[in-house]
């Protein structure tokens, strides 16, 4: 489903520029400007800065004279107005209508194929083109009224009853992460590297050299162990430590008993592995 942002007499070059980087992120490239302040605004500065990197979305929008140029191909128009009307379109909050239009256009394409030897016919409706375009008036007065009015629908975001002013980047964000979580979304990258545990044998290694350890300081007694030993063995699977983790707990093991056997005026064991505290 193609998706367009447009942008009606946009007054700050920055909100331009911000913008398109609202859109990249959410993975729309789709920026059309209607009769903005600055013939230029797509190449000054402060819109170049503001989109931070975002500049194929800038390169690929396009400046036209008037609304209609900007509709063509789009089929559901959805226009973004805070300011009560008369009349015109039904006020809905963005997720609660891109729901709906995302599961009626599901029920129509069901009612129109045949199952489950329609793929052909399914591949063809498919691929009709549709198209959502979210318009976004000016900063100073928001949508003309004749603007909304050609719309379907009134996006209203839900915001404090007693401030609900947006600055305008601000606003294209909200509707486009809430347009792409109703698309399927994007998955979310790992920031860190996949946690690899430790296997079944560093475990029992770094066991018995506690269980060393905790002797050599006199908290365990060899001669009557208990459940100590089965308890930490539970409490360390638990933790699901990786072997970066075990080498630290080796080091803690390796410094209690050189500790012990320091205070003693004894020469600590040697570690049956190299500890890396």
Request: hydrophobic fraction near 45%; include cysteine.
């Amino acid at each position: 489903m193609q998706t367009r942002f447009v942008l009606i007499h946009t007054s700050h070059a920055g909100n331009v520029g911000a913008t398109a980087r609202a859109m990249k992120v959410m993975g729309f490239g789709d920026l059309v400007l209607v009769a903005p302040r600055w013939a230029n605004v797509l190449n000054r500065e402060e819109t170049i800065q503001r989109a931070s990197g975002a500049l194929d979305v800038l390169k690929n929008a396009r400046i036209v004279a008037t609304l209609d140029e900007a509709m063509d191909g789009m089929t559901h128009l959805c226009a973004t107005a805070m300011t009560p009307r008369d009349f015109g379109p039904p006020t809905r909050a963005p997720r609660e209508h891109f729901a709906e239009l995302l599961g009626t256009a599901g029920l129509l394409l069901k009612r129109e194929l045949p199952a489950p030897t329609g793929q052909g016919l399914e591949a063809d409706f498919a691929s009709k083109p549709e198209g959502v375009a979210f318009l976004f008036g000016s900063e100073r007065f928001g949508m003309q009224n004749e603007d909304v009015y050609r719309c379907h629908v009134a996006l209203s975001i839900p915001t404090d009853p007693k401030f609900g002013s947006l600055n305008l980047a601000a606003a294209v964000q909200l509707i486009a992460y809430d347009w792409r979580q109703a698309l399927g979304g994007f998955a979310v990258q790992e920031a860190t590297a996949e946690h690899r545990l430790a296997d079944a044998a560093e475990v029992a290694g770094m066991l018995g050299h506690w269980e060393r350890a905790l002797a050599d300081i006199g908290f365990l007694d060899p001669a009557s162990p208990k459940k100590l030993m089965p308890r930490l063995n539970q409490l360390f699977n638990r933790a699901q430590l990786s072997p970066e983790e075990i080498h630290i707990l080796r080091g803690v093991a390796k410094a209690m008993s050189q500790k012990a056997f320091a205070a003693g005026g004894q020469t600590a064991a040697p570690a049956e592995t190299s500890a890396k505290p």
